[in-house]
């Protein structure tokens, strides 16, 4: 009774939320020149190699909705309280710090980075679900001053209104795939604040370099607006003397070819930032499986190698640690060097992190 009580429940927001959508939401999207991931018959971006439609998605819904509980971890994940003196402190080396999910703060040069922040109590549109494991290490008004958000794509786990509201009060500048900026510019976003890269376009701001990187995935926010926006990783690249760094961040993107051109593209990479986690056989083509990021992370062959889109929120069937269980010695036997730092901590290239995951 309870259950189906808070499923109508969930239907009729559901139903609530795409009438809004349909009506205040949908941005005007430009139309681009053909190319061979974007149609301008039906203004649509695609993947070179299609994924299978999800399947059971309802099913599976159900589960994450009543069971959630059986997904998170049982006590609260270890945390370092955030020492911005040390993270933006002048250092050899780019330093880090994990919010957990695909949020990560860089300081890069004399650059401060966000990467698809996301702060609020649930991932999912219909925040019945989806819940985040324990509060953030910091709320964003805590955060030093953000000079660049870069954003992957406009899934809600990635793209997040309230965090994004809260950063367009300061001077960020938004680096995002080629069509979100519409999105942003509808929530007051000026676009001269934002730039829009398509796959292997660059841009440069105060001597880092961002350039978006192939993915195969998807975008929507609503039902009327799915794949009107691309989907990309990117490559950060900064000069620090004769040495050049460069760190990959993933964003969301299952296997395919694509990874073969990086690969042959993108030079040595310092840290490869790659999804773990959030994957299901019911929707094979929209994640990386444990092994596939394993193995992605051994063609890439980084310094180091860092599992993301886990530790934060449950938007699949799996435990919250199965993710890393099984990607880290995996990577590991491929002969990676993996970094697993704690939510909070101040890390770069070199700091060495225990597997603090094994925990239930
Ligand atoms: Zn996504
Ligand atoms: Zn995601």
Do not use: C
């Amino acid at each position: 009774m309870k259950h189906t009580k808070k499923f109508i429940t969930l239907l009729g927001i559901t139903g609530i939320a795409t009438f809004v959508t349909y009506w205040f939401y949908l941005p005007t999207y430009p139309v681009y020149p053909k190319s061979d991931h974007y149609d301008p018959d039906t203004q649509t971006f695609y993947n070179a190699e299609p994924q299978r439609a999800p399947i059971n998605v309802a099913s599976a819904l159900w589960e994450m909705t009543f069971y959630e509980k059986d997904f998170h971890p049982k006590k609260p994940l270890p945390t370092v309280k955030p020492n911005w003196t040390e993270l933006l402190a002048p250092a050899e080396q780019s330093r880090f710090m994990w919010f957990g999910h695909s949020t990560l703060l860089m300081r890069i040069g004399n650059q401060t980075i966000i990467t698809d922040p996301l702060f609020g109590n649930s991932a999912s549109p219909v925040p019945i679900m989806m819940h985040r494991f324990q509060p953030p290490v910091a709320e964003i008004e805590e955060l030093p001053p953000i000079d660049v958000v870069l954003l992957s794509h406009s899934h809600y786990d990635h793209l997040e209104q309230e965090s994004i509201e809260k950063l367009m009060k300061t001077q960020s500048h938004f680096v995002v795939s080629l069509g979100m900026g519409v999105i942003l510019q509808k929530w007051g976003i000026d676009a001269a604040r934002i730039t829009e890269l398509d796959w292997w376009q660059s841009t440069e701001r105060n001597g880092v370099k961002y350039t978006a990187l192939p993915a195969r995935h998807d975008s929507s926010r609503g039902l009327f607006d799915h794949n009107k926006a691309l989907w990309s990783g990117f490559l950060i690249e900064h000069k620090r003397g004769q040495n050049e760094e460069r760190f990959y961040f993933h964003g969301d993107s299952a296997q395919g070819k694509h990874f073969d051109e990086i690969a042959s593209r993108v030079g040595k990479i310092d840290i490869a930032f790659i999804e773990n986690g959030q994957y299901d056989e019911r929707w094979p083509n929209n994640h990386l499986f444990p092994e596939q990021t394993a193995q992605l992370a051994a063609k890439l062959q980084p310094t180091r190698f860092m599992p993301i889109h886990w530790g934060a929120y449950p938007l699949a069937l799996h435990t919250w640690n199965e993710p890393v269980l099984k990607s880290v010695p995996m990577a590991r036997a491929l002969g990676v060097n993996t970094l697993t730092p704690l939510l909070g901590q101040v890390f770069d290239v070199n700091t060495k992190t225990e597997d603090w995951f094994t925990q239930e």
